[in-house]
Every structure is written in C-alpha cells, then in structure tokens.
Nanobody
Framework: QVQLVESGGGLVQPGGSLRLSCAAS????????MGWYRQAPGKERETIGT????????YYADSVKGRFTISRDNAKNTVYLQVNSLKPEDTAVYYC?????????WGQGTQVTVSS
C-alpha cells in the first residue's frame, strides 16, 4: 500500500513563499498521477494541480495559475508544490494524492497559514 507524508507548511506573511513536499512510500507505478489539493475550514476540498510521471500532463486550477508550481522527483518518490505570492485566502490544509490502478491514496496534510 502507498503512504504519503506532507511537509513544509507553516505560517507565512502575505506575499511569502513555501515549498511543500510529499514523500511517498510503497510501490509507485509509472502510470501513477500525483497531485496537490487543499481544504479551507467550511469549504470543500479543491484541486490545486496534478502531474504525470514524466513531469508532463500538468494541470493547475485557475485560482493558482502563475503562483504555484508542481514538480516531482521519481528517484525520491516525492512531489513538490512551490507556492509563491501567497494570499490570506490560500490558508488551508494542503494534501497530496496518488492515483494508480484504480486506487487513491491521501496524506494527512500540512497546514499553510498566510497572515500578517
């Protein structure tokens, strides 16, 4: 089974940046799609973006285009989310996700708080 552990969250000022990491353990196949999602209090979980094995097939939600960047290091089974120009409305728990062979796996999330 796949396990995911997110890290890199924290408290930052508006306009600041963070790099979030998601380390995967278990077997990750080449067909696997990895992604980042977030959920703010009282809101539904929303997609930030997804990325394929080769680093292609990248999708970003309109709300983060131009500010967030997804990448992955397959040798480390890790996917990254670089978050720039953070706004208070970006405050949420950020989750990573793996989908493969009809199965879906989630991490426990890492908190990002944007405040002065």
């Amino acid at each position: 089974q796949v396990q995911l552990v997110e890290s890199g969250g924290g408290l930052v000022q508006p306009g600041g940046s963070l790099r979030l990491s998601c380390a995967a353990s278990g077997t990750i196949f080449r067909i696997a799609v990895m992604g980042w999602y977030r959920q703010a209090p009282g809101k539904e979980r929303e997609t930030i973006g997804t990325i394929g094995w080769s680093g292609g097939n990248i999708y970003y939600a309109d709300s983060v285009k131009g500010r967030f960047t997804i990448s992955r290091d397959n040798a480390k089974n890790t996917v990254y989310l670089q978050v720039n120009s953070l706004k208070p409305e970006d405050t949420a728990v950020y989750y990573c996700n793996v989908r493969q062979l009809g199965s879906e796996y989630w991490g426990q999330g890492t908190q990002v708080t944007v405040s002065s």
